[in-house]
T-cell receptor, first 112, second 113 residues
Framework: DAEITQSPRHKITETGRQVTLACHQT?????MFWYRQDLGHGLRLIHY???????NKGEVSDGYSVSRSNTEDLPLTLESAASSQTSVYFC???????????FGPGTRLTVL | AQSVTQLDSHVSVSEGTPVLLRCNYS??????LFWYVQHPNKGLQLLLK??????LVKGINGFEAEFKKSETSFHLTKPSAHMSDAAEYFC???????????FGAGTRLFVKA
């Protein structure tokens, strides 16, 4: 069965360190998304990609970057982790831009 | 511009009683609307979606939602709550032209035995 996976599931890091969260999907979807989930805010879009070599900023992109070198993967990098980036991060993919999104299980990131 | 408002942050019902989770949206054009469910420590899962076909949309696990353009609402209902329905529910609006998917803040559903 097709799926979307994230790793690690839990990560603790220190302020100032670079962190990369992995996202891998086997749906063969062109569209991939990264969200962060914080209490009282629902899900907020960080970055998204319509296809290989395409990346776009979402509403909370400061301090984050992504790259898309193949269809299956969209890693999220925190260039210099900050305590405000402590959150749960979800990756998602979809076939069409406004189609159903399929979500990964999430990565809980703690920045100390 | 698009926006979505979930009118209740928490809803508590007794098992076997109806569930109503309220969602209002704002969109400059005909939107796609979704309800997702998130169980504790899990990712989001699609419950149902509206894409301009029938205004009453049936989803999984007995949930349904009705698109009411005049009221700009897309409320989620279920006739009889089950303990396993306890979760957080997100109403989502997505535009047709360009990428604009907006998530509501979520409604946490509690089901009492």
């Amino acid at each position: 069965d097709a799926e979307i996976t994230q790793s690690p599931r839990h990560k603790i890091t220190e302020t100032g360190r670079q962190v990369t969260l992995a996202c891998h999907q086997t749906w063969n979807h062109n569209n991939m998304f990264w969200y962060r989930q914080d209490l009282g805010h629902g899900l907020r879009l960080i970055h998204y990609s319509y296809g290989v070599q395409d990346t776009n900023k979402g509403e909370v992109s400061d301090g984050y970057s992504v790259s898309r070198s193949n269809t299956e993967d969209l890693p999220l990098t925190l260039e210099s982790a900050a305590s405000s980036q402590t959150s749960v991060y979800f990756c998602a993919s979809s076939e069409g831009i406004t189609d159903t999104q399929y979500f990964g299980p999430g990565t809980r990131l703690t920045v100390l | 511009a698009q926006s979505v408002t979930q009118l209740d942050s928490h809803v508590s019902v007794s098992e076997g009683t109806p569930v109503l989770l309220r969602c209002n949206y704002s969109s400059s054009y005909s939107p796609s609307l979704f309800w997702y469910v998130q169980h504790p420590n899990k990712g989001l899962q699609l419950l149902l979606k509206y894409t301009s076909a029938a205004t009453l949309v049936k989803g999984i696990n007995g949930f349904e939602a009705e698109f009411k353009k005049s009221e700009t609402s897309f409320h989620l209902t279920k006739p009889s709550a089950h303990m396993s329905d306890a979760a957080e529910y997100f109403c989502v609006v997505s535009g047709r032209s360009g990428f604009k998917t907006i998530f509501g803040a979520g409604t946490r559903l509690f089901v009492k035995a």
